[in-house]
């Protein structure tokens, strides 16, 4: 079963505009990270926040937490046709840091 | 390329055929896992290894699925008496553990399809 939900399920944006995604998961975490997943490729890993931390930077993105409101936000700055794809949270299982337990996903589009 | 790999990245099967996929990791990484991706779903988790040992196992791994790790270096996963409910796509992804990164290298994928 799904850990927690990304936020909104698709979203369509201009080139150049800022796009926000928001996960919400369900119980506590050690670390959450997020991964962009190409159409019918694999995913790769974009950033990781652990739960220590409130925000994080890498390049044009930004990563919030918010351990009490058990939710996290993606921004992705001055976006490019490039970024289309859908992005997932991720979280670790419960007593365990190997498990990843995935959202369901934002699908984003960059219209050019 | 370093990267992990899997095979084939398509199969196209009939059911109750039986079909088996490989991954092999990055070479250093010690820890391998599979996952199970539907059409508009995240992935989910369906087993770990850690080197050779399989130390987990999904509910979602039923008796017709079975992974192996010989010698913890490629995998591979066979599934027996497929169904059209198998089809999905199946991803592999490895880990180095220790030194505090959690991040997971994920395989392009082997896509499944069950006529």
């Known amino acids: 079963s799904q850990q927690g939900e990304e936020d909104p399920q698709a979203l369509s944006i201009q080139e150049g505009e800022n796009a926000t995604m928001n996960c919400s998961y369900k119980t506590s975490i050690n670390n959450l990270q997020w991964y962009r997943q190409n159409s019918g490729r694999g995913l790769v890993h974009l950033i990781l926040i652990r739960s220590n931390e409130r925000e994080k930077h890498s390049g044009r993105l930004r990563v919030t937490l918010d351990t009490s409101k058990k939710s996290s936000s993606l921004l992705i700055t001055a976006s490019r046709a490039a970024d289309t794809a859908s992005y997932f949270c991720?979280?670790?299982?419960?007593?365990?840091?190997?498990?990843?337990?995935f959202g369901s996903g934002t699908r984003l589009l960059v219209r050019p | 390329d370093t990267g992990v790999s899997q095979n084939p990245r398509h199969k196209i099967t009939k059911r109750g055929q039986n079909v088996t996929f490989r991954c092999d990791p990055i070479s250093e990484h010690n820890r391998l896992y599979w996952y199970r991706q539907t059409l508009g779903q995240g992935p989910e988790f369906l087993t770990y290894?850690?080197?050779?040992?399989?130390?987990?196992k999904s509910r979602l791994l039923s008796d017709r699925f079975s992974a192996e790790r010989p010698k913890g270096s490629f995998s591979t996963l066979e599934i027996q008496r497929t169904e059209q409910g198998d089809s999905a796509m199946y991803l592999c992804?490895?880990?180095?553990?220790?030194?505090?990164?959690?991040?997971?290298?994920f395989g392009p994928g082997t896509r499944l399809t069950v006529t």
């Open positions: 290894f850690q080197n050779e040992a399989q130390l987990e």
């Open positions: 992804a490895s880990s180095l553990e220790g030194g505090g990164s959690y991040e997971q290298y």
């Open positions: 991720a979280t670790d299982a419960p007593q365990s840091s190997y498990k990843l337990i």
